[in-house]
């Protein structure tokens, strides 16, 4: 009873960093004591490797929308064109 | 403009073009984001950069896409009046037109399948997402900006992004799960 309480919270207190874990943004690192507490809860629970997973899975399908979603290259022409009118009139 | 010659012009004009041409497309998927409509988009960061060009004397040139960010999600709630700059109204759905992972890398037609199923559900997930973790996710995870950007494109705190990102990508993720019909079983 008291084990499965403990494994409780350390799923619950790993669910909590798991995005932050996996994007590493750098205004939201996992502290190096978190990180290995982290990856050892990680190589023993299934449970939560598991929820890595379906985010990585759930990341690589949001990625493919990147290219979908890229601009269209003449916009990004007639942008680059204003960018060099704007500088030509100061010139 | 007075002296055509004034090398304070000329520098400021340098300034101003290293600073955003390495931000056009950025701004772009941003303002697509935000506006949910590619023409809308492109308006927006036409006047993002009128008015980036005008405000370049006051820029310390530190971190020029946050700068810009910040001036195009101004420019937006300025131009549409929104009274949520963080809610994005309507969002253009990822395409209908969408042509069928004719992007991703080749896959045997299984995984092909099972892809396709996939992407359908996340679609239907992230439209059923509260706008503004919509907004949260697609900035983050398809325009793949940093939370601090996101909090610059929205004009929320980085918390709230990271709040609000953890939310929704929850939400699509359980929505995943329970995806009709594996395909495994046929
Ligand atoms: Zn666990």
Redesign the interface.
């Known amino acids: 009873m008291i084990a499965t309480i403990r494994q409780m919270l350390r799923c619950h207190w790993s669910a909590r960093r798991i995005?932050?874990y996996l994007?590493a943004?750098?205004?939201?690192r996992l502290a190096p004591a978190e990180l290995r507490r982290l990856e050892e809860h990680l190589a023993r629970c299934e449970r939560c490797t598991a929820?890595v997973e379906?985010?990585r899975?759930?990341?690589r399908?949001?990625?493919?929308?990147?290219?979908?979603?890229?601009?269209?290259p003449r916009?990004?022409a007639?942008?680059?064109a204003?960018?060099d009118s704007?500088?030509a009139?100061?010139? | 403009?007075q002296d055509?010659t004034d090398p304070q012009?000329?520098a400021?004009?340098?300034r101003?073009?290293r600073f955003?041409?390495p931000e056009?497309?950025v701004?772009?998927?941003v303002a697509?984001t935000l506006t949910g409509s590619?023409v809308d988009?492109?308006d927006l960061?036409?006047e993002t950069?009128?008015r980036a060009?005008r405000a370049t004397d006051k820029f310390d040139g530190r971190h020029p896409r946050a700068w810009l960010l910040t001036i195009l999600r101004n420019t937006n709630s300025n131009m549409h009046r929104r009274k949520r700059p963080d809610l994005v109204a309507d969002w253009e759905v990822?395409?209908g037109h969408?042509p069928a992972?004719g992007?991703?890398p080749p896959t045997p037609a299984d995984d092909a399948a099972l892809?396709a199923e996939?992407?359908a559900g996340?679609r239907r997930a992230v439209d059923a997402l509260d706008p503004r973790f919509r907004a949260v996710?697609l900035l983050?995870?398809?325009?793949?900006l940093?939370?601090?950007d996101t909090a610059q494109a929205l004009g929320i705190p980085?918390g709230t992004v990271?709040s609000r990102?953890?939310r929704a990508?929850n939400r699509?993720?359980t929505a995943?799960?329970v995806r009709p019909a594996t395909r495994s079983d046929r």
């Open positions: 995005q932050r994007d943004d750098p205004v939201a929820v379906e985010h899975l759930l990341s399908l949001l990625g493919g929308w990147t290219e979908f979603r890229a601009p269209d916009a990004v007639r942008l680059r204003t960018v704007l500088v009139d100061a010139l | 403009m055509s012009q000329h400021r004009a340098e101003f073009r955003v041409e056009i497309e701004l772009l998927r697509r590619g988009a492109e960061v036409q950069l009128i060009y990822v395409g969408r992972f992007a991703r892809h996939l992407d996340l996710l983050v995870d398809v325009d793949q940093s939370y601090a980085v990271m990102l953890h990508r699509v993720r995943l799960r």
